[in-house]
Structure formats: C-alpha cells, structure tokens
C-alpha cells in the first residue's frame, strides 16, 4: 500500500486542522492504520490508531484528537484540536496488518511522506 499525507500548516494555539492520508491499492480495508509525529530533535512517537477493533490513542492526544476512516475512500483522517505548540510535529500516517493496537514504529511497514503541523503559541 502507499500512502499520501495532506493537510497540514500553520495553526494558532486552541484551534483545530484535520489531516488526511489516503492510500492506494485495493485492500485498504485490512490495513491497521495509525498517525505518529516527529517533533525536530526528538523521536518518532506514536499518536493514534485504528483497525477493526476500534481506536486507540496516546494519553498527550486523548481527548483532543479523533482518529477515522474511510475504507470507501482508502482514507485515514485525523482531527485535531485544541491545538497546543507541542502539538508541533511532522504528522506521518502508517499502516500493518499483523497488530490492531501496535504503537511502535518499528510495527509500520508503510509509511507515507510526512505532513508539518506547526502550532504558534
């Protein structure tokens, strides 16, 4: 599967982007599909999750952002809001099908490009 990220950009603290990440190939349906984020000088960590047994997300993230799908569309989505300024990352989506709630990078076997997500304080 290949994956494209969108969405990303400038945003105030307290507001709200939404990314997208869609995927070719003709079974995305079976992917587990997941966001992590980089933020410059620290590692890659994990944000969200989601496959056939629901959502998962990391506990600096719970609350504020919501992870869906679009298996019609072969695309992933994250809704972002209450934006902090450590919320300040590239936003990478993923996707594997061995682990629903897999939240090491290591698990991603596809990984698209990257999308900056900048948040001013």
């Known amino acids: 599967v290949q994956l494209q990220a969108s969405g990303g950009g400038l945003m105030q603290a307290g507001g709200s982007l939404r990314l997208s990440c869609a995927a070719s190939?003709?079974?995305?349906?079976?992917?587990?599909m997941a966001w992590f984020r980089q933020a410059p000088g620290k590692e890659r960590e994990f944000v969200a999750c989601?496959?056939?047994?629901?959502?998962y997300y990391a506990d600096s993230v719970k609350g504020r952002f919501t992870i869906s799908r679009d298996n019609g569309k072969k695309t992933v989505y994250l809704q972002m809001n209450s934006l902090k300024p450590e919320d300040t990352a590239v936003y990478y989506c993923a996707a594997q099908t061995h682990d629903p709630r897999a939240t090491l990078p290591s698990e991603y076997g596809y990984w698209g490009q990257g999308t900056l997500v900048t948040v001013s304080s």
């Open positions: 190939g003709h079974t995305f349906s079976m992917y587990n």
């Open positions: 989601i496959s056939w047994s629901g959502t």
